[in-house]
């Protein structure tokens, strides 16, 4: 690994057309990659591309409006990372595991509509805990309206996003399995809406279920779910009263 690596210049690589795995692993003094627009005519991007690149604080992913396919550890662990512009990934149906996971300075998503084609959500999308470790979170939001394709999310679906105080599961409908881990750890969110979003789920894999969502009080909606959600639900928070 390139540890010592500060700036990179990928002018040359117009011909690229596939980044194998390990692009820049580890380059955790990597500041700025300059002239990124030369992997303009890359289609796939394998396993663990730029992870663990520690003072990158931005990055265009506007060039990569070529991209089909996003390995796993998409930037792991780019924790100084403050911003990310999703636009450019309307080609990508699968999100793999660890997608941005352990950004613990990324405060703003934006354009993530780049990814309403998606239809599976990998393990650890957006996760900031798991059970040997923990990042502080800055995510104050983010859209999951976009993800009306989405069949199926994976576990430690935003894990640990501490910051987080409103999501809108309205998107989910065609979701009918949720994974271990689900929300586990957004110590402030305060609001699910658009329950109903999730009336499709009949069966949950694991034990945890919102586990640490600790300023959750009520879910307006959750009768409407199946038994096997809306039995959690009651053992969460109080039953609203008619």
Not at 1 to 18: I, M, W
Not at 195 to 212: D, E, H, P, W, Y
Not at 219 to 239: A, D, Q
Request: proline share 1%; charged share 20%.
């Amino acid at each position: 690994a390139g540890f010592l690596l500060e700036t990179v210049d990928l002018s040359a690589f117009g011909k690229v057309t596939l980044i194998n795995d390990a692009f820049l692993y580890e380059c955790s003094s990597l500041k700025t990659i300059s002239n990124i627009s030369g992997l303009e005519n890359v289609t796939c991007i394998k396993d663990w591309f730029l992870l663990c690149c520690r003072s990158l604080v931005s990055i265009d992913l506007t060039v990569f409006k070529k991209i089909e396919c996003i390995g796993l550890s998409f930037l792991f662990e780019c924790s100084a990372l403050e911003s990310v512009d999703l636009s450019s990934l309307e080609k990508v149906i699968h999100i793999n595991d660890f997608f941005l996971a352990f950004t613990s300075n990324l405060k703003t998503i934006s354009n993530i509509s780049g990814l309403r084609n998606a239809k599976s959500i990998g393990n650890y999308f957006l996760c900031f805990s798991t059970s040997v470790r923990e990042l502080h979170s800055s995510l104050i939001s983010i859209d999951l309206s976009v993800f009306t394709d989405v069949e199926k999310i994976g576990e430690s679906f935003l894990r640990g996003g501490s910051m987080l105080q409103d999501l809108d599961m309205s998107a989910f409908e065609k979701v009918t399995l949720l994974s271990n881990r689900f929300l586990d750890d957004c110590s402030s969110l305060k609001q699910i809406s658009n329950i109903s979003g999730l009336r499709n789920v009949t069966s949950r894999r694991g034990a945890a279920f919102l586990k640490g969502c600790t300023s959750l009080t009520s879910v307006p909606g959750y009768e409407c779910l199946n038994e096997v959600l809306k039995n959690e639900f009651e053992k969460l928070i109080e039953r609203p009263t008619c």
